[in-house]
């Protein structure tokens, strides 16, 4: 069965730092597009870094120099770097995963098909 498991999550100060990593599962995912979004309880699921197959990433401004993807095709797992946290980046984070193995960098919620459970990142001012 394929799964992709988050962790990493917890309780940190405002600038302080977190390391969320994806494990994945049931198949390989070294050859497909990958990305992370985030969500809160008032609004739908935000895009938040993206990679693609070949290492290519892309980011929100609201992440960018702050936040980096990436990923390890031998431990089948995806990371996501979070220095310099404000509570504003407060929310559950989602790691997901194309099943196809596309080129490119995608950024939209229906471009992926994989999805973990979420790990919960909580940042206090």
């Known amino acids: 069965q394929v799964k992709l498991v988050e962790s990493g999550g917890g309780l940190v100060q405002a600038g302080g730092s977190l390391k969320l990593s994806c494990a994945a599962s049931?198949?390989?995912?070294?050859?497909?597009?990958m990305a992370w979004f985030r969500e809160t309880p008032d609004k739908e699921p935000e895009f938040v870094a993206a990679i693609s197959r070949s290492g290519e990433t892309d980011y929100t401004d609201a992440v960018k120099g702050r936040f980096t993807i990436s990923r390890d095709n031998a431990k089948n797992t995806m990371y996501l770097q979070m220095n310099s946290l404000k509570p504003t980046d407060t929310a559950i984070y989602y790691c997901?995963?194309?099943?196809?193995?596309?080129?490119?960098?995608?950024?939209?919620?229906?471009?992926?098909?994989?999805w973990g459970r979420g790990t919960q990142v909580t940042v206090s001012s």
């Open positions: 997901a995963a194309r099943s196809t193995q596309d080129m490119g960098v995608f950024t939209r919620r229906l471009n992926y098909y994989y």
């Open positions: 049931g198949r390989t995912f070294s050859n497909n597009p």
